[in-house]
């Protein structure tokens, strides 16, 4: 199979079930929105180093928020049910309760698992805190030097998927960085799919575990590097000279699928080669994402 | 079983009809002859809502009123959930003690709506009560809990002695308002008469009225203008004389 000239290898990403929650962070402006939901997807790229992994998912116009301000999207996960509200409760408590004029609120007030985020925040008050219920939700007033910070009692969580993927093998450095920007351009505000690499980018893709190392969990993909591909059992096709990941989580198989599909469509140009996808032999992760079936 | 219960006002009482056995919740099991025999009070006597109210629809929680039932006490007593629509102004003790649900009044209410009964110590202790029109005094009245809203003025002594809960007030509040309040919030957009216990604190834009005003103005589809959601406040706490954690929130524009 090709698609622009580009080779899609018959191969599949494999991705786990994870635990995500989304999070809307309104602020008085759009960039201050911004400014705390980088913070708070700040150093979460992958769990094998962050602990979770999350990103902002879109962001989100004056009448889309439930006070009316602009606001973006944020998905979270984590590999563990526990995890997830501790994560939570330690970031949002130092992002965007610090962060002037945000609010935050439950972007899955549907899922019948809730995390007490903002219970567990309120005590920031000092016994000053306040609750309202309004329209059967409970929120929490938490007085601060600017003034309020208003976030909801309680997160809900659902099963997620965690390491859909696509890697980008390419001529040269240049062709691999201009096509993975390109497929991130496509993906980016894709509903329920969050990039959380930088930029939404790998260059560092990994194996599991080390061939020397025995407490690392996971060290370079050697079999793709191309510096390394005299000296080991190298999957580079001939011709490629380098290599770019793109990883995705979300919150359900299909919107992984629907963003694979805009990214890779998007990477097929100039100068790349092969699209493959990274796997473990279907042992490790129930999600398979088989790219031509995607594709096809 | 029918989607609503509606209640037709075919005999106007001559005196105070006391219908506390009315909540939308109450109607849920019962059939319409079953609603007919329900005991009411007309002027110190015994009767039957039957004798005032034609009936159509049975078994269901979301009940309409349609009359002048400003003769008519006690409506939405004790209501735990359901939605009870009022075509007309209703008596005193609207909504008196409710735990859920929401009551909403096409005209004005008496004295007491949402408040508590004679001696208790707790008013409504959950769900929204919204008069689109007036009440009379000490509406919300010891309430622990819920939502009372009121589109025109109120009487004296609106939310005396509340526990927690909130009360958005769009007219003017008569005197007293807000009085031995312990916790709880009283959003005025109009003019209000702030008791001598309660001390103002600041001006500012509190987050949970604009998310407030925007559910009532989507929900309840009351008029509700951006300068009210946006604006700023006068946030005074009070009462002093009591816990001294509620508020009184005034609106001072955009």
Redesign the interface.
């Known amino acids: 199979m090709k698609i622009n000239g580009v080779a899609i290898e018959d191969t599949f990403a494999e991705a786990f079930t994870m635990r995500v929650a989304r999070l809307l962070i309104t602020g008085q402006t759009l960039g201050w929105a911004r400014e705390a939901a980088v913070k708070l997807t700040g150093f979460a790229t992958s769990v094998i180093g962050c602990k979770c992994e999350a990103g902002i998912e879109r962001e989100l116009p004056d009448g889309e928020t439930p006070d009316g301000r602009p606001g973006v999207s944020v998905l979270f996960l984590t590999m563990d049910k526990a995890s997830l509200p501790e994560q939570l409760i330690v970031r949002v408590g130092q992002t965007v309760l610090t962060c002037p004029t945000t609010a935050c609120f439950d972007g899955l007030p549907d899922a019948p698992d809730r995390l007490p985020v903002g219970k567990a925040l309120r005590v920031f008050g000092d016994g000053f805190q306040a609750s309202k219920v309004i329209g059967g939700k409970r929120y929490w007033r938490i007085p601060v030097m600017e003034g309020e910070f208003l976030i909801e009692e309680t997160f809900g969580m659902l099963k997620g998927v965690g390491g859909g993927n696509f890697l980008i093998l390419a001529r040269d450095a240049d062709a691999a960085l201009a096509a993975a920007e390109a497929a991130v351009a496509a993906m980016t505000g894709a509903p329920g799919v969050i990039l959380p690499f930088p930029g939404g980018v790998v260059r560092s893709g990994s194996k599991v575990g080390s061939k020397r190392y025995s407490n690392m969990i996971a060290t370079t993909n050697d079999a793709f590097d191309p510096t390394l591909k005299a000296v080991t059992q190298s999957q580079l096709p001939e011709g490629v000279n380098s290599v770019l990941e793109i990883v995705l989580d979300g919150t359900d198989g299909p919107s992984i699928e629907a963003a694979m599909r805009a990214g890779i469509r998007a990477a097929c140009r100039p100068g790349v080669l092969t699209i493959t996808a990274g796997n473990y032999g279907g042992k490790l992760g129930p999600h398979h994402f088989y790219l031509r079936k995607i594709l096809g | 079983m029918s989607d609503a219960v509606t209640l037709i006002l075919a005999t106007q009482p001559t005196h105070t009809l006391v219908a506390d056995c009315i909540a939308a919740d109450r109607f849920a099991g019962l059939g319409a002859t079953a609603i007919a025999a329900l005991p009411v009070v007309h002027g110190g006597r015994p009767a039957t809502l039957g004798e005032f109210f034609r009936v159509q629809g049975e078994r269901a929680s979301v009940v309409r009123i349609e009359g002048d039932c400003t003769r008519i006490d006690g409506i939405g007593t004790g209501m735990a959930e359901g939605e009870l629509t009022i075509d007309g102004s209703v008596g005193r003790d609207l909504g008196l003690a409710m735990s859920g649900g929401r009551i909403d009044v096409r005209g004005n209410a008496g004295a007491n709506a949402g408040g508590a009964p004679a001696g208790a110590a707790r008013g409504m202790t959950g769900g929204e009560i919204v008069v689109r029109g007036s009440v009379g005094d000490e509406a919300g009245a010891r309430m622990r ?3 009372l809203v009121v589109t025109e003025d109120a009487g004296r002594g609106m939310g005396k002695g509340m526990i927690a809960g ?1 009360v958005v007030l769009f007219g003017n509040a008569g005197p007293g308002t807000g009085r031995f309040l312990k ?1 709880g ?1 009283i959003v005025a957009l109009g003019e209000v008469e702030r008791p001598a216990t309660f001390r103002y604190a ?1 001006t ?5 009225v ?3 005003l ?2 009532l103005g989507s ?1 309840c589809r009351l008029d509700v203008a951006a300068a009210q ?2 604006g700023r406040y006068e946030r005074y706490s009070g009462d002093l004389a009591e816990l001294g ?1 509620g508020e009184l929130l005034r609106w001072v524009g955009a």
């Not at chain 2, 500012?204 to 949970?208: L, M």
């Open positions: 809990r819920g939502l909130t916790r919030s600041c500012y834009r509190p987050p949970h604009a998310l407030l925007r559910y929900r959601v946006t954690k």
